[in-house]
């Protein structure tokens, strides 16, 4: 199944726009007119009207011109921002994208409410949401044309709105509202080492749960599933603390119910980076990417790694990422399978491209796994992320300028990055990653950064005399090659 990305398609101006955006980019920013045409399969003039439209809407950020040698150029405006981030600036335009923040913002929508607040017309509205529920199977969810609402299960339609807006990356800004920094104080027990908690997923998960509760929609866990708190209920009378200071954020909501609380305490394992904690503030002994489980998970884990060791024995801190990845997700799945999704669908791709054997042997031995505890519905998403987790992040420091890169992305894939940008560094780089959370305006300061690179929105905390550049959540080869010239003149 394709992710959103594949949905938007379905709206042909935006289609044809993103086209030429991501070809000028593949083309290193210029591509003669005829070429371009040819590659598109459209006429000059479409292609002439919808430069001017990129034009018109974009004007703040590029402009495309056709020069008389027959050539396009795009010059971006703004240099820290990505092609990317462009395209999901066009997205928010398109009627897709507008229907689901209102389904996402409204309490009660009509069908009438939403024809006039889209301005579009009954069949077209109809139509989008029949397109739009043909991709919502993957949740088992679905868009509601009597009460224009979502049905299904809470925990399915919270995981949806989480995926969507994670692929779109930057439309939540990450600093606004510093969840994170509130769950990283409350330890497992005093001089307990911390949850290794990615910033950016954190943050976007408690406002996608705050949202909902504001609308009075809240989730029903399983009896049986309140039955895995008893192994780490220290940690969860601990996390409680936190419920005066969230709810702080619903003006109309004075008391939740147990079980919501029980929600966020387990969705918080989907907000760990399982990459190492490689801050200068943190130790190893610091951080840890598991809560307290019983013995007989891990020895369900052990046995399925074991059965891909024998072909080859992971590295320690490949292991301990892929062990506890299998922990954290025994317990997701049984909330929800949609967990277990991989999003975006082009770094689903791109890693079952690049690690063929790997994603199968994983593969093969989810299929073959007989377990009470690890019961998984989506296994070629799992060997996705066990492949990305699965890889070694070499360690080695280099000289002269310093730049901090800012990554976030979905299970293990901040590592992926981290991995790909090193081997991209030239010799005079030394290069610090913030894997879990923000570097923040002081950290900026104090070590004087001269360069802030991140697949994420950070430009409003960037301090005097440090470039910043925004990569897109999955970088092109033209937005690699961007970065490695920024580099060479620092």
């Known amino acids: 199944m394709q992710d959103l990305y594949y949905i938007l398609r379905l709206d042909k101006p935006f289609h044809r726009r993103a086209l030429i955006l991501t070809t000028l980019a593949e083309h290193n920013y210029h591509i003669k007119s005829d070429l371009l045409v040819q590659q ?5 003039s479409t292609l002439r009207t919808d430069i001017d439209t990129l034009n018109l809407e974009l004007s703040q950020y590029l402009t495309i011109q056709l020069d008389t040698h027959g050539v396009i150029h795009l010059d971006m405006r703004v240099s ?8 999901t600036l066009l997205a928010q335009k398109t009627t897709i ?15 009438v409410e939403a024809i006039d607040e889209l301005l579009i017309s009954r069949s077209t509205l109809l139509n989008t949401i029949k397109d739009l529920n043909q991709f919502l199977t993957l949740y088992q969810i679905r868009i509601s044309t009597k009460n224009m609402q979502l049905e299904g299960k809470e925990s399915s339609i919270r995981i949806f709105f989480f995926d ?3 692929v779109f990356g930057t439309l939540f800004s990450p600093t606004k509202l510093e969840y994170s920094t509130v769950l990283r104080r409350i330890r497992k027990e005093k001089g307990a080492p911390y949850l290794n908690l990615c910033h950016y997923r954190t943050n976007l998960w408690i406002q996608v749960t705050i949202t909902r509760w504001a609308m009075g929609h809240y989730v029903a866990i399983d009896p049986d599933l309140q039955d895995l708190i008893s192994h780490s209920i220290d940690e969860f009378i601990s996390f409680q603390k936190i419920q005066s200071i969230l709810l702080s954020y619903v003006t109309n909501v004075q008391k939740l119910p147990q079980q919501e609380w029980m929600w966020v305490y387990f969705t918080t394992l989907d907000c760990i980076s399982y990459s190492e904690s490689i801050n200068q503030e943190y130790r190893a002994s610091d951080y840890t990417f598991v809560r307290k489980h019983p013995q007989s998970l891990t020895d369900e884990v052990n046995r399925l790694i074991a059965e891909v060791e024998e072909t080859e024995r992971l590295p320690k801190i ?9 922990v954290n997700l025994s317990y997701l799945s049984r909330i929800d399978s949609a967990f277990e999704i991989v999003v975006p669908y082009q ?24 377990s009470s505890q690890l019961t998984f519905t989506h296994l070629e998403d799992i060997a996705v992320s066990l492949s990305i987790l699965d890889l070694s992040i070499p360690k080695h420091e280099r000289d002269f300028v310093r730049v901090v890169f800012a990554y976030q992305g979905d299970k293990g894939y901040d590592g992926f990055l981290v991995e790909y940008t090193r081997s991209l560094l030239p010799d005079h ?14 950290y900026l300061e104090k070590y004087n950064i001269q360069l802030l690179v991140s697949n994420y ?3 409003n905390q960037i301090p005097s005399g440090c470039k910043y550049v925004m990569l897109p959540a999955i970088p092109y080869e033209a937005d690699w090659i961007r970065l490695q010239n920024v580099l060479s003149q620092l």
């Open 347 to 370: 770094l689903k791709a791109m890693v079952q491209e690049s690690c063929q054997i790997r994603v199968q042997q994983w593969f093969n031995a989810l299929q073959r796994l007989d």
């Open 97 to 111: 994208y507008q229907l689901i923040l209102f389904l996402f913002q409204k309490r009660r929508w009509s069908i």
């Open 164 to 166: 969507f807006f994670s």
């Open 80 to 87: 820290h921002i990505s092609i990317e981030y462009v395209i």
């Open 40 to 44: 598109l399969s459209w006429s000059l």
């Open 318 to 326: 490949c292991y301990d990422r892929v062990y506890a990845f299998l």
């Open 457 to 459: 929105n950070l430009s």
């Open 429 to 442: 780089v030394i290069a610090e990653f913030f894997l879990e959370r923000t570097p923040s305006l002081l």
